[in-house]
């Protein structure tokens, strides 16, 4: 685990269950806010969250595992997540593209292989 990771670690305690185990770190381009912007992704055994960065401050995107409907590839190392997001009462789908070549931590794996059983990927 690089510096930076355990940095963003320690920056996303308070946002992480007691005992919830990190799977996967990886860094990713994302839509979460609307327009596509560089992003950290971190997938933990209860949530998926990424954490965008916007000037001076980091803007959280939690996405509960057990709101994730769908998982489509749309490439080698490119995938959108469908999910119910309660808090506003709409289906959204965030497009993540990991942005270095290859899968470093086996985050796309560890994405689909839901603990509830297998998604739906298309």
Request: proline share 3%; hydrophobic share 45%.
């Amino acid at each position: 685990m690089r510096i930076t990771d355990r940095i963003l670690l320690r920056g996303l305690q308070p946002f992480l269950a007691e005992g919830a185990e990190v799977l996967a770190i990886e860094r990713v381009r994302a839509d979460a806010l609307g327009e596509e912007r560089k992003a950290n992704a971190v997938l933990t055994d209860e949530h998926l969250l990424i954490v965008t960065a916007v000037r001076l401050k980091s803007v959280l995107t939690e996405v509960p595992r057990a709101d994730i409907r769908s998982i489509e590839v749309l490439g080698d190392d490119h995938v959108a997540v469908g999910f119910e997001d309660f808090a506003h009462a709409r289906h959204r789908v965030i497009d993540i593209e990991l942005r270095r070549k290859g899968d470093r931590n086996g985050f796309l794996a560890q994405l689909t292989a839901h603990p509830g059983g297998q998604l739906p990927v298309n």
